[in-house]
C-alpha cells in the first residue's frame, strides 16, 4: 500500500468514527472539523486526538 493510500484509508477510518460519535455522543463533545484543524492541527493524529477526547470526555459524563 503507498502512503498516499494509506493516509486517504486513515482519514476514511476517522470519518467513520466522526460520523459514530455525531449519531451517539451528546452535542458538544466533538469539535467540528474545521475546529479541530484551528486547535489540533491538519493531520490525521489531530482528527484522532479530538476522537478520542470526545470518547472520553462522554464516558465521563455518563459516569457521573
Known amino acids: 500500500m503507498e502512503a ?7 482519514w ?25 484543524l484551528l486547535l489540533y492541527g491538519p493531520e490525521p493524529i489531530h482528527e484522532g486526538e479530538a476522537l478520542a477526547k470526545a470518547i472520553i470526555e462522554t464516558v465521563e459524563r455518563l459516569n457521573q
Do not use: F, H
Open 4 to 10: 498516499p493510500e494509506t493516509i486517504q484509508n486513515a
Open 12 to 36: 476514511a477510518g476517522l470519518k467513520l468514527v466522526r460520523m459514530a460519535i455525531e449519531k451517539t455522543c451528546p452535542a458538544g463533545v466533538l469539535p467540528s472539523e474545521e475546529a479541530v
